[in-house]
């Protein structure tokens, strides 16, 4: 079983950055795939970035250039720094993961959530 803690969320300008962080719980975080996703109202859950358990990253189109995901072994953490903010990037983020696997973009491939922290994002 893997606990999954998000923090780092808030209001913020447009144009503006935030760093979200997701402490893990359990001893084989570095076998674990990392991803973050996210919810506006309305709309489905869709992939942000995800980090694999070999360090290979990727990044929706959406995010690409203005994100970077990254993670801590030694901390059980992955972060999300998040660059340009938008008004369209408002949402819940979600941190992910699933052992042993490559990124995927669809959420089913991922076993374990946390409970989202939001982001705000004013024009």
């Known amino acids: 079983q893997v606990q999954l803690v998000e923090s780092g969320g808030g209001l913020v300008q447009a144009g503006g950055s935030l760093r979200l962080s997701c402490a893990a719980s359990g001893r084989t975080f570095s076998g674990y795939t990392m991803a973050w996703f996210r919810q506006a109202p309305g709309k489905e859950r869709e992939f942000v970035a995800g980090n694999s358990y070999y360090g290979s990253t990727y990044y929706a189109d959406s995010v690409k250039g203005r994100c970077t995901i990254s993670r801590d072994n030694a901390k059980n953490t992955v972060y999300l720094q998040m660059n340009s903010l938008k008004p369209e990037d408002t949402a819940v983020y979600y941190c992910?993961?699933?052992?042993?696997?490559?990124?995927?973009?669809?959420?089913?491939?991922?076993?374990?959530w946390g409970q989202g922290t939001q982001v705000t994002v004013s024009s």
């Open positions: 992910a993961c699933a052992p042993w696997t490559s990124v995927r973009s669809n959420k089913a491939s991922y076993e374990y």
